[in-house]
């Protein structure tokens, strides 16, 4: 069972759009959402990150917004540039002393148009 | 660069062959992981370290050994491989005491099997 799920699949949005990828989790104890960004050839690398306790985190460009009810989160990238082509994935995990075992998302791969 | 590397970055392998993927983070973190990507599937976690000690096994096949003789080194053992075990192979490192638990991705091993 799928416990991060992840849309759309793909995306294709013109330079200077909004790009908006959305997450939905069912486990109410996940206390951990980061999104990670992969390009072709590289690992996935670590975009933003939130916690439950707040509805929204900005960081430039990108913006988490967190719906706890809903038990859903999503990525929007303002200002979309063809650099922000990449596979977009969203993942959840509940966070322990040990280790931070991540549930992703299936990815979602963004093609921003000149 | 994350401060996590791996190597090597391309294997193939034949079904009858073993071999070994390696992966060291220069982030001075406790907990090391193991990563399975295919496509059009979510990353799957396969084994977490905590303390040089395993943590976690997600039923992986016994023909994927880990290894993880300190905490800054990270060993996957391959043996008897079938086609499907056809993958990109992502270490992970993250601090699970002092840190935010991020996790940091190594650009991954792109694994073979024939």
């Known amino acids: 069972q799928q416990q991060v799920k992840q849309s759309p699949q793909s995306l294709i949005v013109q330079k200077g759009g909004i790009s908006i990828i959305n997450c939905a989790y069912e486990?109410?104890?996940?206390?951990?959402f980061p999104w990670y960004q992969q390009f072709p050839g590289k690992g996935p690398a670590l975009l933003i990150a939130i916690r439950p306790d707040v509805s929204e985190k900005k960081e430039g460009r990108f913006t988490i917004s967190f719906n706890k009810s809903a038990k859903q989160f999503s990525l929007h990238i303002m200002d979309s540039q063809p650099g922000d082509s990449a596979t977009y994935f969203c993942a959840a995990s509940v966070r322990l002393v040990g280790a931070n075992n991540l549930f992703f998302g299936t990815g979602t791969r963004l093609t921003v148009i000149p | 660069e994350t401060g996590v590397t791996q190597t090597p970055r391309h294997l193939v392998m034949g079904m009858t062959n073993k071999k070994s993927l390696k992966c060291e983070q220069h982030l001075g973190h406790n907990a090391m992981y193991w990563y399975k990507q295919s496509a059009k599937k979510p990353l799957e976690l396969m084994f977490v370290?905590?303390?040089?000690?395993?943590?976690e096994n997600n039923s992986v096949p016994s023909r994927f050994s880990p290894e993880c003789p300190n905490s800054s080194h990270l060993f996957l053992h391959l043996h008897t491989l079938q086609p499907e075990d056809s993958a990109l192979y992502l270490c992970?490192?993250?601090?699970?005491?002092?840190?935010?638990?991020?996790?940091?991705f190594g650009p991954g091993t792109r694994l073979t099997v024939t």
């Open positions: 992970a490192s993250s601090q699970q005491q002092t840190g935010d638990y991020e996790q940091y």
């Open positions: 370290y905590n303390f040089k000690e395993q943590t």
């Open positions: 486990n109410t104890a996940f206390d951990y």
